[in-house]
């Protein structure tokens, strides 16, 4: 790790201005107050800037599929950044982009063979949704403008994802907004499913709630149903055997695009490249960003069925007229397309999508090993993906699981929390010892919480 000495860290630290800079999704005056700032990252390891080495249980934040810093990876950046710093995508664009978007599809379930390519997961959600309509329009289906979502589903911050998601930390500051919008009932049962090891038993029936909104909307008003196949940003829900088969069945009974959000599944995280091969299903979009370039340069996408594409292309008017009238100024951003292109070739050398699948059973074993810790009244897991869920504080939500990320941190390990369930999601380069280390430093927390 190239790491700075203890003086470097303390001049560092010392000379910031922490005031100008409104962080993201963060107690901000809380974080000034007693800042955690990451000032290295090597593997599976930050350095935090009072010296210590941290284990990053998380990924960065679902993102770091193949670790810190890999020499390819950064190399990539360095050499694109040398040969080409910025070309507009608009009428022109950079041959790294066309590569990039090869190597996607590639990787993506059969038939689905175009990308799109966005700066993050909210403009990848936002775009998806826009190509729904859009798609309906060109059909001659025009009625078709309602969108719907999944109650506790994330898709990123733009109005687009905060619409059809249903959290309501994310809705209830903002009024209007999409109108067309409605909601499936979420998939989480702990009655019936807690400490079950795979998907749920129960549940596919809860994919009829959309035959609920067909009779309601009818048909011909619907353009898609946006979910998450795990639903990540609200404690690591795992769809029920059968739901998203079934899902599948109802969109296709009635002519409604099935888009499956993948922005934290996409890239092995569930032990294949998507979880629609995962769970066998495959939607008409995925919506992917974060491990795409394993988060060194921002990106996203929207990966679409060859259907979807050249109807846009035989309806799109003369040759000359632009098909889709949208994108923005990074899409296909050379550097964002190099590490891309670095990063999807990385996790094929190191078979590091296999390597999910052959580390899950372990993960899995150690997780369900947290059953009857002190507050856990559920614990779910798929691939490199776990969710511990705590009983929440009388009258506090949340605080139990947040106070937990704070311990874990002063002993040298990165978890998230999300609501009251604690998420873990490490890079897949992780080894078995250091998945002892985070499933332990969890045990020794869970006894010490209030
Ligand atoms: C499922 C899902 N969709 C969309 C997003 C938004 O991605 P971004 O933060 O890159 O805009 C996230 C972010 O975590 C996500 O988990």
């Known amino acids: 790790m190239n790491m700075p000495d203890e003086k470097a860290l303390r001049q560092l630290h010392e000379g910031l201005n922490l005031q100008p800079l409104w962080i993201p999704f963060t107690a901000n005056r809380q974080f000034k107050a007693a800042p955690r700032l990451l000032v290295s990252a090597k593997d599976m390891y930050y350095q935090t800037h009072d010296g210590r080495r941290l284990l990053d249980g998380i990924a960065g934040l679902w993102a770091v599929n193949a670790g810190h810093c890999r020499p390819k990876i950064v190399e990539a950046i360095k050499k694109q950044a040398e040969t080409i710093d910025y070309a507009t995508g608009f009428q022109l664009h950079n041959p790294t982009a066309f ?4 190597k996607v599809v590639d990787l993506a379930p059969e038939g689905m063979d175009h990308v799109f390519f966005t700066n993050s997961g909210s ?24 969108l719907i979502g999944r109650e506790r ?4 911050v733009g109005f687009g994802g905060i619409s059809v998601g249903g959290m309501v930390g994310n809705r209830k500051t903002f009024g209007n907004m999409l109108g067309s919008v409605d909601h499936l009932r979420h998939t989480h049962d702990p009655a ?69 959000d993948e922005v934290i599944t996409g890239f092995g995280r569930t032990g294949k490249a998507f979880a629609a091969q995962t769970f066998g299903v495959t939607p008409d979009m995925i919506t992917c960003a974060k491990a795409l370039t394993n988060a060194a340069v921002p990106m996203g996408g929207v990966i679409v069925k060859k259907g979807i594409y050249d109807t846009f292309m035989e309806k799109g008017g003369p040759e000359s007229a632009i098909e889709f009238f949208h994108g923005y100024t990074y899409s296909g951003h050379p550097l964002a397309s190099a590490a891309a292109c670095a990063s999807l070739d990385l996790f094929k050398e190191e078979k590091l999508f296999e390597r999910v699948a052959e580390l899950a059973p372990y993960w899995e074993e150690c997780a369900h090993a947290l059953k009857g810790s002190p507050h856990v009244i559920d614990i779910r897991t798929i691939g490199l993906v776990a969710g511990i869920e705590l009983q929440p504080m009388a009258d506090k939500p949340g605080a139990r699981a947040f106070e937990a990320f704070m311990r874990a941190y002063q002993k040298n390990v990165l978890i998230r929390t999300t609501g009251d369930t604690i998420a873990l999601s490490p890079s897949f380069i992780i080894d078995k010892k250091q998945i002892d280390e985070i499933f332990g430093v969890v045990r020794d927390v869970l006894k010490t919480l209030p």
């Open 99 to 102: 590569q990039a978007a090869e």
């Open 153 to 156: 589903g994330y898709h990123g």
């Open 123 to 146: 403009e990848a959600v936002d775009t998806a949704l826009k190509i729904a309509l859009a798609y309906h329009r060109a059909r001659g289906e025009g009625t078709r403008r309602m």
């Open 192 to 260: 019936r499913n807690s400490f079950t090891r795979g998907l749920p038993e129960h549940g596919a029936e809860f994919a009829d709630d959309l035959e609920r909104l067909v009779a309601l909307h009818d048909a011909s008003n619907i353009a898609a149903v946006i979910v998450e196949p795990v639903a990540g940003s609200t404690g690591v829900l795992l769809p029920p055997k059968g739901y998203l088969q079934r899902l599948r069945g109802i969109c296709d009974k009635y002519g409604i695009l099935l888009i499956f």
